[in-house]
T-cell receptor, first 113, second 108 residues
Framework: DAGVTQSPTHLIKTRGQHVTLRCSPI?????VSWYQQVLGQGPQFIFQ???????GRGNFPDRFSARQFPNYSSELNVNALLLGDSALYLC????????????FGDGTRLSIL | RKEVEQDPGPFNVPEGATVAFNCTYS??????FFWYRQDCRKEPKLLMS???SGNEDGRFTAQLNRASQYISLLIRDSKLSDSATYLC?????????FGTGTRLLVSP
């Protein structure tokens, strides 16, 4: 079975632009979470979605938004990109999301110039 | 205070050595804990769950001490392929909370 898949793998944007990152969870998993990982740090929680509803939001500005589709895939949108948004964006899926281990995709490496 | 704290290392050990990592957490209500392994520029991969009764998987042993709020990971007979960053994770209702990771370097 396919694991969590993310696209694109790499992306280069300039300040002020917006970006959409995509994620498909493991088949049968209904929860998708998004994390941001900057160099030298552990992943930081951005959002969790379950059954198309937002279940949790981390300490990120409103420029970050996400949604989950009926097939449980998800998009992360970031507007008005800043240099500090350069990071590895990780998507993770789990069966339900509460107190469960999550399985990560390869991530999207976003570079802001 | 950070929710999950780890010594960033690096821990430099020779092949065959035994190495242990500790991690402390601040939320006494945390329900579940995990160790993830992350190779350079790759995604985190689940290594093992952590239980109060201890959890052993081959050369790896994880332990949870709720009274002192720390988690440990013991690696026996280290292999070159064990070189990676080990992330301590607590899970709440909605999210995983990661430590910064402990880097392990195993040398020949």
């Amino acid at each position: 079975d396919a694991g969590v898949t993310q696209s694109p793998t790499h992306l280069i944007k300039t300040r002020g632009q917006h970006v959409t990152l995509r994620c498909s969870p493991i088949s049968g998993h209904k929860s998708v979470s998004w994390y941001q990982q900057v160099l030298g740090q552990g992943p930081q929680f951005i959002f969790q979605y379950y059954e198309k509803e937002e279940r949790g939001r981390g300490n990120f500005p409103d420029r970050f938004s996400a949604r989950q589709f009926p097939n449980y895939s998800s998009e992360l949108n970031v507007n008005a990109l800043l240099l500090g948004d350069s990071a590895l964006y990780l998507c993770a899926s789990s069966l339900e999301g509460s107190y469960q281990p999550q399985h990560f995709g390869d991530g999207t490496r976003l570079s802001i110039l | 205070r950070k929710e999950v704290e780890q010594d960033p290392g690096p821990f430099n050990v020779p092949e065959g050595a035994t190495v242990a990592f500790n991690c402390t957490y601040s939320n006494s209500a945390s329900q579940s804990f995990f160790w993830y392994r992350q190779d350079c520029r790759k995604e985190p991969k689940l290594l093992m769950s952590v239980y109060s009764s201890g959890n052993e998987d081959g050369r790896f042993t994880a332990q949870l001490n709720r009274a002192s709020q720390y988690i440990s990971l013991l690696i026996r007979d280290s292999k070159l392929s064990d070189s990676a960053t080990y992330l301590c994770v607590e899970t709440g209702f909605q999210k995983l909370v990661f430590g910064t990771g402990t880097r392990l370097l195993v040398s020949p």
